[in-house]
């Protein structure tokens, strides 16, 4: 089931995080933890002030396994899957949400993000387009974009 994120679910979307950076990116211990507190830091301004912010968590029996933020900018901050849960639609679930919910607000959006090169085939097959080259950084750093209309579901 999918919902907003609450301040009292932050620890497990924190968990989710870290299992799915630890589990998922071939980086250092150091390199892992430096990816997840800026994720972290992304959640708790959308939790303090969640004005353009949508932050959603996937709970599959009471059990929070994926979470996914999109910024006002229309950034897609985080997309996160427990990586025990991978290739089961979550992912997809929670991005389709989150797009569908930005798409009421804004139907001309072009939704930007930087892709790990785990998460880059996910989004090549979502429909997202490389708009830019790839930077050196822990976990791979690709820039992607499309525009949300040809992202969303009907």
């Given amino acids: 089931m999918i919902e907003v994120v609450q301040r009292d679910d932050l620890s497990a979307v924190i968990h989710v995080i870290e299992q799915a950076i630890h589990q998922s990116l071939a980086v250092s211990k150091d390199e892992a933890?430096?990816?997840v507190a800026g994720c972290v830091d992304e959640g708790?301004?959308?939790?303090?002030?969640?004005?353009?912010y949508i932050f959603l968590l996937y709970r599959q029996q009471?059990?929070?396994?994926?979470?996914?933020?999109?910024?006002?900018?229309?950034?897609?901050?985080?997309?996160f899957v427990d990586p025990a849960y991978h290739r089961k639609g979550i992912a997809s679930a929670l991005l389709q949400s989150a797009l569908t919910l930005r798409f009421k607000d804004d139907p001309t959006a072009i939704i930007r993000l930087n892709a790990s090169t785990y998460a880059e085939p996910f989004?090549?097959?979502?429909?997202?387009?490389q708009d830019g080259e790839k930077k050196n950084l822990p976990g791979g750093c690709i820039p992607f974009s499309a525009p949300i209309n040809t992202l969303i579901i009907r």
């Fill in 123 to 129: 989004y090549r097959h979502y429909g997202f387009q």
């Fill in 62 to 79: 009471q059990q929070v396994v994926g979470v996914v933020l999109l910024k006002p900018d229309n950034g897609l901050s985080s997309l």
């Fill in 44 to 52: 708790l301004k959308s939790l303090l002030d969640p004005s353009g």
């Fill in 33 to 35: 933890d430096s990816l």
